[in-house]
């Protein structure tokens, strides 16, 4: 898929979007949004008015038409919403043309068949540069498989049977080796046909808090329409003739179609959001979920550090000279590939030792770390360098142990680190014991900006706990260093599920990574959990969203996009309330200026007649919408801070913006449409 | 008239409101508390102990949100028919020393459905229809059961919203006898005997009859045998001299019955003339006494709501919302009334005095404006002047209190669960403002709750401008009138309005006390009272049973100004905007043709 | 949830109110009002000698003749008939009120001898709220006051005395508004009240 976004208004979305909003127009389709099916009745009857209606016909044909605009422009932004999505299942979509999967018999035997007949359970053999057909779980074999296709990242990943990397995905493509999958996805359930009917909004169902906004919006919808069809007889007795074209125009006003309008293309959006993070929620629900987690739960590999510790420090035994030490430490990790290793020669070579190259030593052996040893090293000649963990290089070293050793291993490993000893013997002298030579201080490297990060969510009230199987102390250092709120150490899979479930009492809801088998039990029982996609088809399976990019970072982008979807609602809900103010002020002093010219100080805006107000409050009304769409499909801009910070930043700008601004619009499209003589 | 007197009647009336709301708040915990402690348990307690014996209730068993409504509902219906029974018997009952007859059923209906619902909308005069048994027990039963009712109801909403993962939200007949024995009763007979020192009556004497001094001769229409008007040919009735040289001075037990129609912001009047009847509120200092006894138990349930919800602030901030609402109102109406009518003026009245039609000396034009501000913010419906007969905008100010849905401190009870609808429907559109599912006080605002509330305000529309709009295009509704143009609009608006927000106050002009008027606002009545409570009842269940997120930064704040800012502005665009129309049509347009002088 | 049960507690329940709310309260009421303040409980009446009724203070009462205060327009029944207070309802745009109060700044104006001109002060030909208001404002009572003296042969300074001494504050120097009691006032005059 691509993860470039699209432009707000590529032609490629807006021209079928344009089809699509006359589309919508099925009154089967409309009357799932009551306000905009109610301004739609209203369009139809001012079309009806134009006939019948003893008014000038100039100013119902453009009340009628703009009122058509209003639901044509709704029906549009919901189509462009819906339209971008389109295009990135478009996307997907190439990926899953008809692929022919070999099917292992009972009897060992291999069937071609297609892709689509694959069902759960079956197995199948995938060879170096297949597709895989549908999703499963690896059984055999281990290879490089390029997933691309769903993740938009070129660099081809490992995937191989047992442990957290056996998932794969229908639609990728292996590039070395084979490999046996079991397929675990009824045809049309797979993982990419979900993305695709994620994206493209076919399956989408309101989320919990629409429907509670639906049902806000319906009942004003249906108080303002009894507020104008009492106007009728309240004109029959003060003998004003209000004519149904200005009484639909009053009602479509004064309706919140601005919200209703956008209502669903927000949602839209704010699922498409997450896509273009490489995010796939299951559900709208869990965006929702989302922006009101008030945990996370945040592995400490990966989320909070660098994965893998740096060498930061040389500390030599008594009687070492440091050259000798950083000499022993660089020889005994150049072969070495592991980052730690690497970063010890590096560091070495910072601290002015000249860096031996491998193929200079070819009397060299490399001792691999095995788990018998738990040390790795070189043997140069007669001498053997080894570095490991304390514990493994005391019993290599035996008897005696530098006392201020111990004493800096301790040091280091309160600070959060890691001691590696590095220690020698020279195996000239059969009986000679190793000296050792020093510690080498591995450290944790926190991501940077995370401290930061952490602060503002901490200012907008959510806890940040770090997970993490270190023992207590290290657990304590990290956890200061990165700034988290509080630190679960020596974690095992069941500790992180009671751990949700205590959060959980307290009323609290959890967000969290995770990738293994093991994470499953918690993935399912958070309330947003994030999958990573390298991890098990199980924790796929179990959370309600997977990121594609496998970066259990993006918890953090994820919350704030939930929080924005929920403010986006929120700020235009508000925008368009506020603005029936406005309205009122255009449309009752024309309603009542024929009858009353008494009443003419009640035209604040000094609207030129009353055709011109009430066609200018119609067409705001229509217009708003339009001009909101960017709005409503990028979110309003999202600022960590306080809820009450938040509140009132939000109230000023769209309450009491939403008050003010329609006054200026209305005036200003009055000026307009009477300069241009419409009216 | 006296600018700077009044800027200091006001400051000193709100002074007095808000010193003693939190006293009277901490008070209400104990009484709204089945093992609650007040210092007159000793006096007390037997009785109220007694009591539950007698009526076989167990005071600590708690109901669910359906059982408190059903027993709520049974009671009001019960008692309702005990007031209509006894309206209609009233012919052969005893304490009736003016003889008057049986009240007729329509009259019977409205009168029993109005006090009730606490609106205590009066189609009849009191001081020449009802006996003093129907004075004192038809209708100040009720002053003191609807009270109660409106209490209660507000003490289950709040339980609802305190308390979490629970089932249940009181016990109705605990909250009705404790609010009535420990709050209502014992402030009542402290405030009915001052009303007396003030120049109230209370007796159960005959009315008397004074001997004028200067004979009176008046034309008075002539009737026939039967009593029926007689007419001449061209259809005018036929006027003959009659001359008065008595006055009759209505007597009764008035002051035990005013004290609870204020307290309990009832407001049904003793007399016709109601709060302005000079037995009825004979001086300045009762009226400032009444106005306080409005206002004294609506203030204090703010209190009551911050002290049990255990933030002090969210109950002070809504107390600043109403406090604002109530002071912007009233210095509107001020303003108008101050101003004067300018057809008058012409006239050669002072402008000086204001506009004192319909209005009592001893009060003057900032008291007036204050009471009818006061009566209408709180579902009191007392009056101490005619708002039929205040300048269109400074009678707009009464009609769009009672629009709001009477939450500007309100009915006691009704007031704070009908701002607490709005409290809810504030927290669901703006707390999406701060990122999160809306809510209010750790309970998340979904969708059932939003439902409920929007219904509440649905059927206030609802109510008020479909029976306005059948009235005014129906001839039953026209010949009601006592005036024209826009101010029979507003006739019109006013009472279903009233009935609505069960007010009770009219513009009253209107003769309503015909069987369309009658039954049109009974029903309005009974809408308003009960359809209201019904969806607040299903809130509070909900709420109570749902589980507590607890409060942190990211929580939505429900205290300080900016939830003030938002839940005035909650009120007045979700709440009046749905009126402005109608309001247009009436006060408005009004006030702009009484500038251009126009007479209807 | 047993109705029955409910309506049987509804039915005992309100009995016990009922005996409380509407028996014992207002007769404590009563007894404490006739013992502590048995003339206000009673009507504040005005007697004539002979013990009978003439008047009740706060009761207003009409009165036409040049040597008695006029009170204010009522719409009490026919004018202060205290059986059936009210006021007149009239809207601000009323044509009746217009015609009403056209009629009697007219009747004002000659009564008292005072120019096309003069404003007459807004209680003097507005109908107050009750239609028994007994108070008139100082103003009012001050234009009326030399008609008066003259009627009686009374020094304008001597009758301004009596009004002053019939004339109600404002409570606490800042309650309400004052006002000339007319009924005492009037009575007064007449020897009846003191």
Redesign the interface.
């Known amino acids: 898929m691509s993860t470039k976004a699209h432009s707000l208004f590529d032609p490629a979305i807006v021209m079928p979007a344009l089809a699509d909003s006359f589309k919508k127009l099925n009154p089967v389709v409309m009357i799932k949004n009551p306000v905009m099916f109610v301004t739609m009745v209203g369009a139809i009857v001012t079309t009806a008015e134009i006939f019948i209606s003893k008014e000038p016909k100039a100013f119902t044909i453009q009340i009628s038409i703009w009122l058509w605009f209003t639901v044509l422009f709704a029906n549009f932004a919901e189509a462009m919403a819906e339209g971008r999505g389109k295009a990135q299942a478009n996307a997907l979509r190439q990926s899953r043309s008809k692929t022919v999967a070999r099917r292992l018999g009972s009897n060992g035997s291999l069937h071609e068949v297609e892709a689509e007949t694959l069902r759960q359970g079956d197995v199948i053999v995938v060879d170096a540069g297949e597709i895989i057909a549908s999703d499963g779980d690896v059984i055999e074999g281990a290879a490089t498989v390029d997933e691309s296709a769903i993740t938009g990242e070129s660099a081809p990943v490992i995937r191989e049977a047992g442990g957290d990397r056996s998932s794969v995905t229908g639609g990728t493509r292996v590039l070395s080796d084979q490999i046996k999958v079991r397929i675990s996805a009824d045809p049309g359930h797979s993982f990419l046909d979900r993305m695709i009917g994620l994206v493209e909004g076919a399956k989408r169902q309101k989320t919990p808090n629409e429907i509670a906004l639906t049902i806000l919006l319906a009942a004003l919808t249906v108080i303002f329409l009894i507020v104008c069809v009492t106007l009728l007889p309240y004109g029959i007795y003060s003998q004003v003739a209000f004519s149904i074209t200005v009484l639909v125009a009053l009602l479509v006003c004064l309706i919140p179609t601005t919200i209703g309008g956008l209502l669903s293309a927000i949602g839209i959006a704010g699922i498409d959001r997450l896509v273009q993070k490489n995010v796939l929620a299951m559900s709208g629900r869990a965006v929702e979920a989302a922006g009101d987690v008030d945990v996370l739960l945040l592995d400490k590999t990966g989320t909070i550090t660098l994965g893998n510790r740096q060498a930061v420090e040389f500390f030599p035994a008594p009687g070492v000279p440091m050259k000798d030490l950083l000499d022993a430490a660089q020889l005994s990790s150049l072969a070495d590939e592991t980052p730690e290793g690497r970063s010890i020669v590096v560091l070495a070579k910072d601290k002015g030792v000249r860096v031996q190259q491998l193929h200079d030593l070819p009397e060299a052996t490399f001792i691999a770390f095995t788990a018998q040893t738990r040390m790795s090293g070189v043997d140069l000649g007669s001498v053997q360098y080894r570095k490991g963990a304390a514990q493994s290089v005391k019993a290599y070293v035996g008897g005696t142990f530098p006392k201020e050793v111990d004493f800096r291993i301790d040091e280091i490993s309160k600070a959060g680190g890691t001691p590696l000893v590095v220690a020698a013997r020279d195996g000239a002298h059969q009986d000679s014991a190793p000296t050792v030579y020093g510690v080498i201080y591995l450290k944790d490297i926190v991501k940077g900006g995370l401290a930061d990060r952490f602060e503002r969510f901490r200012a907008m009230g959510i806890r940040t706990v770090m997970i993490t199987g270190d023992n207590q102390l290290t657990a304590a250092a990290i956890a200061k260093e990165a700034g988290v709120d509080d630190f679960l150490a020596e974690a095992k899979p069941e500790d992180k599920l009671a751990l949700i479930r205590k959060e959980q009492q307290g009323g609290r809801l959890v967000a969290m990574t995770g990738d293994g088998t093991n994470d499953a039990p918690a993935l399912a029982q958070a309330d947003v959990g994030v999958a990573m996609n390298t991890g098990t088809q199980a924790a796929k399976e179990a959370g309600n969203m997977v990121d594609l990019d496998s970066n259990p970072t993006k918890l953090i982008e994820i919350v704030e996009i939930g929080k924005q979807l929920l403010m986006t609602r929120g700020a235009l809900t508000t925008f368009s309330i506020a603005n029936d103010v406005a309205k009122y002020f255009a449309i009752i002093p024309a309603m009542l200026m024929v009858t009353f010219p008494a009443v003419a100080p009640l035209n604040v805006m000094h609207l030129v007649s009353p055709n011109s107000a009430i066609l200018s409050a119609v067409i705001f009304n229509a217009l708003v919408i339009i001009f909101l769409i960017p709005l409503a499909l990028r979110g309003v801009q999202f600022r960590p801070m306080p809820a009450m910070a938040l509140l009132q930043r939000n109230l000023l700008i769209y309450g009491v913006g939403g008050v003010i601004a329609p006054f200026f619009g209305i005036k200003i499209i009055d000026l307009v449409i009477t300069s241009l003589h419409f009216i | 008239?006296n600018a700077a007197?009044g800027w200091?009647?006001l400051a000193?009336f709100l002074g007095l409101v808000l010193l003693i709301t939190k006293p009277l708040g901490l008070y209400l915990v104990q009484v709204l508390d089945s093992r609650g402690r007040t210092w007159l348990d000793p006096l007390l307690g037997p009785?109220e102990r007694l009591?539950y014996r007698?009526?076989?209730?167990d005071p600590h068993r708690e109901q669910s949100w359906?059982?408190y409504t059903?027993?709520m509902l049974?009671?009001s219906l019960?008692?309702m028919l005990?007031t209509y029974t006894l309206l209609r018997l009233q012919g052969m009952l005893p304490l009736n020393p003016q003889g008057f007859s049986s009240v007729a059923d329509h009259l019977a209906f409205n009168t029993a459905a109005s006090f009730t619902t606490n609106t205590n909308w009066q189609s009849y005069?009191g001081?020449?229809t009802m006996s003093y048994l129907s004075q004192?027990?038809a209708l100040?039963?009720q002053n003191?059961?609807s009270a109660a009712v409106g209490i209660a109801i507000a003490a289950a909403l709040v339980r609802g919203i305190a308390r979490h993962s629970a089932q249940t939200i009181g016990n109705f007949?605990t909250d009705?006898?404790r609010t009535?024995?420990y709050l209502l009763?014992p402030i009542?007979?402290v405030f009915?005997?001052f009303l007396?020192?003030?120049?109230?009556?209370?007796?159960?004497?005959g009315?008397?009859?004074?001997?004028?001094?200067?004979k009176?001769t008046?034309?008075?229409p002539k009737t026939d045998a039967s009593g029926a008007q007689v007419k001449d040919a061209k259809g005018n009735t036929v006027m003959v001299s009659?001359v008065?040289d008595t006055?009759?001075?209505?007597?009764g037990?008035m002051?035990?019955?005013v004290?609870?129609k204020m307290l309990g912001t009832n407001g049904g009047g003793f007399?016709?003339?109601n709060a302005?009847?000079?037995?009825e509120n004979?001086?300045?200092?009762s009226?400032?006494i009444q106005l306080l006894s409005i206002f004294a138990i609506p203030s204090a349930l703010t209190y009551y709501l911050g002290r049990m919800v255990k933030s002090s602030g969210h109950g002070w901030s809504v107390w600043a919302a109403m406090a604002i609402l109530f002071v912007g109102a009233f210095l509107v109406c001020w303003h108008y009334e101050a101003a004067?009518?300018p057809?008058?003026t012409q006239?050669?009245?002072?402008?000086?005095?204001?506009?004192?039609?319909?209005?009592?000396?001893?009060?003057?034009v900032?008291?007036?404006a204050l009471f009818a501000t006061v009566t209408t913010d709180a579902s009191c419906g007392a009056?101490?002047?005619?708002h039929?007969?205040?300048?269109?905008l400074g009678?707009l100010i009464p009609l769009f209190n009672i629009e709001l849905g009477e939450v500007v401190f309100g009915g006691v009870g009704a007031g704070l669960y009908g701002m607490l609808v709005f409290v809810i429907v504030a927290v669901f559109i703006a707390g999406l403002m701060v990122g999160r599912t809306p809510e209010y006080l750790g309970k998340k605002i979904q969708s059932f709750e939003v439902k409920m509330s929007m219904l509440v305000l649905l059927v206030l529309a609802m109510d008020i401008l479909g029976f306005t709009a059948w009235a005014s295009v129906s001839d039953w509704g026209k010949a009601g009138l006592?005036?024209?143009?826009?101010?029979g609009f507003?006739?019109m608006l006013y009472a279903y309005s009233s009935v609505t927000g069960n007010n009770g106050s009219a513009?009253?002009?209107l003769t309503a006390s015909t069987y369309w008027y009658d039954t049109t606002l009974a029903i309005g009545m009974l809408i308003g009272r009960f359809l209201m409570i019904i969806p607040i009842m299903a809130i509070a269940g909900s709420l109570a049973a749902k589980k507590l997120v607890p409060a942190g930064p990211g929580s939505f704040p429900v205290s300080g100004g900016t939830f003030t800012f938002l839940l005035i502005g909650t009120v007045l665009l979700v709440g009046a905007l749905n009126f402005l129309p109608a309001l247009t049509l009436g006060p408005v347009v009004?006030h702009f043709?009484?500038w251009s002088g126009?007479?209807? | 949830?047993n109705?029955l049960?409910?309506?049987?507690?509804?039915?005992?329940?309100?009995l016990?109110?009922?005996a409380?709310?509407?028996g014992l309260?207002?007769v404590?009421?009563?007894g404490?009002?006739?013992l502590?303040?048995p003339q206000?409980?009673?009507?504040?009446?005005?007697l004539?000698d002979a013990g009978?009724?003439?008047?009740?203070t706060?009761?207003?009462?009409?009165?036409?003749?040049d040597k008695?205060f006029s009170p204010?327009p009522s719409a009490?029944g026919?004018?202060?008939?205290?059986?059936?207070?009210?006021?007149?309802?009239?809207?601000?745009?009323?044509?009746a009120?217009?015609d009403a109060?056209?009629q009697r700044?007219a009747d004002y104006?000659k009564a008292n001898g005072l120019s096309?001109?003069?404003?007459?002060?807004?209680?003097a030909?507005?109908?107050?709220?009750?239609?028994?208001?007994?108070?008139?404002?100082l103003?009012n009572a001050a234009l009326q006051l030399p008609r008066v003296a003259k009627a009686r042969n009374l020094s304008e300074d001597d009758l301004k005395k009596l009004v002053d001494l019939y004339t109600?504050g404002?409570?606490?120097g800042?309650?309400?508004?004052p006002?000339v009691n007319v009924v005492k006032l009037?009575?007064a005059l007449?020897g009846?009240y003191k």
Request: glycine share 8%; aromatic share 10%; proline share 5%.
């Open positions: 008239m007197l200091i009647q000193l009785i009591t007698l009526c076989g209730v359906k059982g059903v027993s049974i009671f019960f008692t005990v005069s001081e020449s004192m027990v100040a039963s003191f059961f007949w009705l006898v009535i024995y009763l009542c007979v009915a005997v007396i020192s003030q120049g109230m009556i209370q007796n159960f004497k009315y008397d009859a004074a001997a004028l001094t200067e009176e008046v034309q008075v009659q008065v006055q009759t001075i209505p007597e037990p002051a035990s019955q004290a609870i007399t016709n003339a302005a009847h000079p037995f004979p001086t300045p200092f009226n400032l004067g009518n057809i008058l006239l050669g009245v002072d402008p000086a005095d204001g506009n004192m039609e319909g209005k009592e000396v001893r009060f003057g900032f008291n007036s009056v101490n002047s005619m039929d007969s205040f300048t269109p009678g006592n005036n024209n143009g826009p101010h507003s006739e513009f009253a002009g009004e043709l009484m126009k007479l209807f | 949830m109705i049960k409910e309506i049987k507690t509804s039915a005992v329940v309100t016990i109110l009922l409380i709310c509407c309260y207002p404590v009421v009563w404490a009002g006739q502590l303040f206000k409980a009673n009507g504040s009446l005005v004539d009978k009724p003439i008047a009740s706060l009761l207003g009462q009409a009165f036409t003749a008695y204010r009490a026919t004018g202060y008939d205290s059986t059936s207070s009210a006021g007149s309802n009239y809207g601000a745009t009323s044509q009120l217009h109060v056209q700044v104006r096309d001109s003069q404003p007459v002060p807004a209680d030909v507005e109908a107050s709220g009750s239609g028994l208001d007994p108070h008139i404002s103003k109600d404002r409570d606490f800042i309650l309400g508004e006002g009037n009575l007449d009846k």
